[in-house]
């Protein structure tokens, strides 16, 4: 049996930040739900997040997991005075508990699943992941004897010149036998430069205690500053892009486009260089996205071309034409074949099979039918100054260049309306709508010339 505990009561000073640094994201998850994310494939008996920093914006933010249990740590008095928290919740367990700190979010499942079977192989009663970095600087340095058996683990800060030299890093993953660890946690002493109770200190007292190797070093990537996120972003980035280019996806000028790993999509999916994809996009097959484009929580359908265009919270339906130059943002619907762009901003708007908005035009609260076409320039009026009203445009209308809908207002089918009209009642099926005063024409008509005294 396994619990699990992520560590999440710090504040990551080091951050500069009023935000937790758990809950900084990387690629569209947090640091914290990445780590989360990492045990997903362990089954686990309990798993509790501790935390302390803004506790209650912490657990907000983690409430999504089902069955993850919140223990306060009141003060943050080191990682082993964490861990002391879960005591109370664990009384009589048998098993082992899996200790991850919450700033490491690159962490494969499968490497802790390893670490686990080592432990249980091995009958430890400690096995830490370890990896030997070319740089191992701000990380605790772990020292072992030819079997990996751990003889000591000490702080960057707490290390003598030549300890500094060692490049095996503790990183901040644990597995314990937690009958034995329970014993040993009362007895921690803060005795260090931070004057706080160190979990490794467990680590080096408990026998027999291992250290195990991870594979791929740029795992275990803990992130203490902007710097390292920056660098995780970069890492997570090259893992998202390899996957989705061996995946059938086509990638142009792959360093200058950004995917967030909760995007799903389809083989045959074209992106192009400048190009931004966040949150849980969805594309399908056939779909060329960019160059120069931002597409958030939207679903695109089969051969959907996005170009200089921002899409957010959104879905457009297949063989649509998004751009240039168009902003799709919040709860808009493009029905299939419908082409909108240059110039074009839509919003909290639905367009029917088949129709276009193609020029200059803002569409807001509004529901358009199929086969409209939205003339040049046309403006849904829907904000009176103190509350937004909706505009209903029947199947086969079609608005001509520069007319302004004034909303609430209901165009009906078949409708046409005039070029330049300010549109305010409502408009029957079949009816040609015109509102803007006559043209005047005077024949003959001729500016007098200005008298030569004046
Ligand atoms: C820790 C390890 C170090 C290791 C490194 C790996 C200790 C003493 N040192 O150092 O050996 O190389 O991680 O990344 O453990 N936290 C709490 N409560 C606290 C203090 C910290 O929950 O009172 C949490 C933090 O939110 C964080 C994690 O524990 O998620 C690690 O704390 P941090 O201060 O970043 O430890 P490091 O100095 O990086
Ligand atoms: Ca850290």
Known sequence: MVAVAILAAGRGTRMKSDLPKVLHPLGGRSLAERVLHSISDIEVSRCFAIV?????????????????????????????????????????????????????????????????????????AATILTAQLLNPKGYGRVFCDGNNQLKE????????????????????????????????????????????????????????????????????????????????????QDRVKDAWMEAGVTLIDPDSITIDDTVALEPDVQIEPQTHLR?????????????????????????????????????????????????????????????????????????????????????????????????AGTITANYDGVAKHHTQIGDRSKTGSNSVLVAPVTIGEDVTIAAGSVITDDVDNDTLAIARSRQVNKPGWRRQDPSPNT
Not at 200 to 213: E, G, N, S, Y
Request: net charge negative; glycine share 10%.
């Open 279 to 375: 949150g849980h996009t969805v594309v399908r097959s056939g779909s060329r996205l960019g160059p120069g484009s931002f597409v958030e929580n939207s679903k695109l359908g089969k051969n959907v071309v996005v170009s200089y265009s921002v899409v957010t919270d959104s879905q457009v339906a297949d063989n649509a034409r998004i751009g240039p130059y168009a902003h799709l943002r919040g709860q808009v619907q493009v029905g299939c074949n419908c082409r909108v762009g240059n110039f074009v901003e839509m919003k909290k708007a639905a367009i029917g099979d088949d129709t276009n908005v193609a020029h200059l035009s803002y569409i807001g609260d509004a529901t358009v039918g199929e086969q409209v076409n939205v003339g």
């Open 52 to 124: 302390g920093y803004q506790a209650e914006k912490v657990k907000q933010a983690l409430q999504h997991f089902p069955n993850l249990e919140f223990i306060e740590q009141k003060e943050q008095l080191g990682t082993g005075h964490a861990v002391q928290q879960i005591l109370p919740y664990l009384q009589g367990f048998e098993g082992d508990l899996l200790v991850l700190n919450g700033d490491v979010p690159l962490l494969r499942g499968d490497t802790l699943k390893t670490l686990l079977a080592t432990h249980k192989s091995q009958g430890n």
């Open 153 to 236: 683990i000490v702080e960057d800060r707490d290390c003598t010149a030549a300890q500094k030299q060692n490049r095996r890093i503790n990183a901040g993953v644990y597995c314990f036998h937690w009958p034995d660890l329970a014993e040993f946690l009362p007895k921690l002493q803060a005795d260090n430069e931070q004057q706080e109770y160190y979990l490794t200190d467990a680590v080096k007292t408990l026998k027999p205690a291992m250290a195990v190797d991870v594979e791929d070093p740029e795992e275990i990537m803990g992130i203490n500053n902007r710097k390292q996120l920056a660098e995780a972003y970069s890492i997570l």
